[in-house]
């Protein structure tokens, strides 16, 4: 079984790579390549257009990262102290509709907001598309967030309070420290769900916004198939993303929060 799964995750994957650097494949061994290249990032790193797509994806992401965590760091302080104090009632309740976007498929949601942001003259914007791609993002970091403020111990806060502790300074100093794996874990949920968001910048900030996905779709949709080049670009989306896991993987190990009644 593990093999199986582990072939379902890599096999996908594997693929990628071999289109994004096989420059000629043999004509009976379809399976693989004959030739190795950089040929076609080459010549995806010289269109202006994909340029631009990157910047505007890595802009985009680091945007919307930055944004939800600061919206959803102090709600989940609120949420996991609520937890604590009263069974968790209220929170499981106000935190299940946090994540009534998550049962819409992407395009219903886009679909909303489409006559909303004409009204509000946020089409085909930057902060139009952050806006969309957090309405997404939240409530995956929340949940990421809200489980490691849990695991903090409520005395912990109560020291502190006594000792003459303002509500920010027990967030900055008490917490954060603790928390922080949480905090990472949520912030690389929101850098990946918008980095990789298609959807949403199709219908809401195409044609003025284009990002990587954008990109992707015009290589692999219209009037041709070109998925050598598809698959170079969609590199730029999958190691970044690999490369931030990694490094929050070898970060986080062997660091936890403290549990509960410590």
Same mark, same amino acid.
């Given at each position: ?91 499981? @309740? ?5 994540? *009534?976007? !998550? %049962?819409?498929?992407?395009? #219903? +949601?886009?679909?909303? /907001? ?7 003259? @946020? ?5 139009? *598309?952050? !806006? %969309?791609?957090?309405?997404? #993002? +939240?409530?995956?970091? /929340? ?20 000792l003459g502790a303002g509500r920010f300074y027990v967030l900055r100093r008490v917490y954060l420290p603790l928390v922080w794996p949480g905090v990472m ?78």
């Open positions: 079984m593990i093999g199986l799964v582990s072939l379902l995750i890599l096999a996908p994957v594997a693929v990628v790579f071999l289109y994004a650097f096989a420059t000629k494949w043999f004509p009976s061994h379809w399976w693989f390549p004959q030739e190795f290249g950089t040929r076609w990032f080459e010549r995806l790193l010289g269109l202006g257009n994909i340029v631009n797509a990157m910047l505007n994806s890595y802009l985009i992401a680091a945007i919307v990262t930055v944004a939800t965590l600061v919206v959803t760091f102090p709600a989940a302080y609120v949420f996991g102290a609520r937890t604590r104090r009263d069974g968790g009632r209220l929170v499981r @309740l106000i935190e299940g509709f946090s994540s *009534v976007p !998550l %049962a819409f498929p992407t395009i #219903a +949601v886009g679909i909303g /907001l489409l006559p909303v942001y004409a009204k509000l003259g @946020l089409l085909a914007s930057v902060p139009g *598309v952050v !806006l %969309a791609h957090m309405v997404m #993002a +939240v409530p995956y970091a /929340l949940r990421a967030m809200v489980g490691a403020f849990v695991m903090v111990p409520p005395e912990y806060e109560e020291a502190a309070r006594n874990a949520g912030g690389i949920f929101a850098f990946s769900w918008s980095l990789n968001e298609f959807v949403l910048v199709l219908l809401l900030g195409y044609p003025n916004i284009e990002t990587i996905p954008v990109q992707i779709y015009q290589f692999v949709g219209g009037y041709y198939l070109h998925p050598q080049q598809a698959a170079a670009l969609g590199l730029f989306l999958l190691v970044p993303t690999l490369a931030l896991m990694f490094l929050v993987e070898r970060t986080v190990r062997g660091s936890s929060v403290v549990p509960a009644g410590a």
